[in-house]
């Protein structure tokens, strides 16, 4: 299950899950509610958007620290890794995630396609809790659940 619900869902893919503004089609991740934010707009209804699960990289750093809230750290010592923000042309947004596990700044760059999977962030007796990440599109790797 989703680490945090509503986010993404895993039917066949990962796929995040947004919202678009049924009067200008701004899409929003996460989703908007109440009122649109786009300044020219005023639409209050929105409708589910499902966003492109491939896009490029416009940005990426190396997280040393553990960042704020709403990231949620596994349990036991801290491990740096890399995130990406990532464009996906058709929404014309730009999703920030963690890069898959075994992938760090030196095997990214910018422009580089990436696809969206999940990979569980920690698991109790009865769930396993899935965080979404991006991963260099095509690029294997031991353990990716997508
Ligand atoms: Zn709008």
Redesign the pocket.
Known sequence: MPAIEGWFTIDDEPVLLGNR??????VYFPKASF????P????EEFEEARLSRRGKIWSYTDAQYQPPSPFIAPPGDYQPFAHAAVELAEEQMVILGQVASGFGVADLEVGQEVELIVEELYSDDEHDYLVYKWKPAGAERDGVRA
């Open positions: 503004c049924t009067s200008c089609r701004t009122f649109c934010r786009n020219d707009c005023d639409g």
